[in-house]
């Protein structure tokens, strides 16, 4: 058995309504997409947002990665992936390359489990299919007053949630904490909220001001409360705040994680397998977090992350986008997409991934 086709492309779904976070406004959500199909045709796919990156991602794809995947067994995961990481390090190391590695990856394990008959958990070694999840909201919104974003989150509430994320970090501490004031009268003590800077905050003085204003309302953690890449303010950060600091969506191989828990620059690790070097180098991430007893909350894609969080005892919590809200918009190419129950949130048992494409809607969307 060998790898006999790779087909890359890209997709681009469009948001109805604009949104924004603390660093940038949202339009619509690329992907970078690849299927790997098997000389005993069986096939895989993988896929990663691409922040208007993807088509570079198709390039390095077709010019670094396909010369080293056409021909080889799909099952040795482990040295592909060094392969690949090897041969384009000049060129990457960390973002599109990384991204692209990363879907690669996934792909070839939609394979390994496909092939055995088995969801990719099984592969690994089940600890617990039921997850809590929470629902992500709270984005800016151009016109939206303090009493609809209440209803935003009273909406989640009645969804079965009993847990939900709020961005903050684009406008002053004040402004912050009004929004959180305004969620937090709506729905009790009884409401866990999550709490996204998406690095927006310039400085280490400057959140650990922020969060002095907002640890009143009891927060669960503050992400990524600087830029992902200044760990020695994330460092001072926790070190100065109650609240835990959560990080690690950008962040790409074991090697950057591994300074983040050596520099002590967070509680909770966010690793998403789309980003960091797919499931093979996400299973490094979260096993070494464990050795610290550092609880993992991945980022986004609950379609990869249900699978990869229902095999480490330290799994916290699943980042759950509520369909309705217009942000994360892959179900719309799923026939098949997952629906959290009060909040709680299983993997899919068919073998691989179980991912099932519309193939009219991802020909809608390709861009290349």
């Not at 993992?296 to 969080?309: E, G, K, P, R, V």
Request: contains cysteine; hydrophobic residues 45%; glycine residues 8%.
């Amino acid at each position: 058995m060998k790898i006999e086709r790779i087909e890359a492309f890209a997709i681009s779904i469009p948001l109805e309504t604009p949104v924004s976070d603390a660093v940038r406004r949202i339009t619509h959500r690329d992907h970078y997409m690849v299927t790997i199909t098997t000389s005993d045709g069986v096939s895989g796919t993988g896929f990663t947002l691409g922040y208007d990156g993807s088509l570079a991602m198709i390039s390095l794809t077709d010019s670094i990665y396909r010369p080293i995947l056409m021909g080889a067994n799909p099952l040795e995961t482990e040295r592909l992936w060094a392969e690949m990481y090897r041969q384009s390090i000049q060129a990457g190391r960390r973002g599109a390359a990384l991204r692209a590695i990363s879907a690669i990856d996934i792909a070839l394990w939609d394979i390994r489990g496909k092939i055995a008959g088995l969801p990719v958990m099984s592969l690994l070694g089940v600890n617990r299919t039921r997850q809590r999840c929470y629902a992500t909201g709270g984005y800016f919104r151009d016109g939206q007053t303090l009493d609809e974003l209440a209803a935003e989150y009273m909406k989640y509430r009645e969804a079965g949630f009993d847990a939900a994320k709020l961005k903050v970090g684009k406008y002053s501490g004040r402004e912050d904490a009004l929004r959180l004031a305004a969620i937090r009268k709506a729905l009790g003590d009884d409401f866990d909220i999550l709490l996204d800077a998406n690095g927006g905050w310039p400085d280490a003085p400057t959140a650990i001001a922020a969060m002095q204003r907002l640890e009143e309302f009891r927060p669960v953690w503050i992400e990524e409360p600087v830029r992902a890449d200044n760990i020695g303010a994330m460092s001072r950060i926790s070190a100065a705040i109650r609240t835990p600091v959560a990080t690690g969506e950008l962040e790409a191989t074991r090697w950057a994680f591994a300074e983040l828990l050596e520099r002590r620059a967070a509680s909770i690790l966010q690793p998403d397998a789309t980003v960091c070097g797919g499931v093979t180098e996400w299973l490094k991430i979260a096993h070494m977090a464990a050795a610290f007893d550092i609880p993992i909350a991945s980022h986004y894609n609950w379609d990869i992350h249900t699978q990869l969080q229902a095999s480490i005892p330290n799994a916290m919590i699943v980042e759950y986008f509520v369909r309705s809200s217009g942000v994360k918009m892959f179900d719309a190419v799923l026939e098949n997409p997952i629906q959290p129950v009060n909040g709680w949130i299983e993997p899919r048992t068919d073998p691989g991934l179980g991912l099932r494409f519309r193939p009219e809607k991802l020909a809608e969307y390709r861009i290349g």
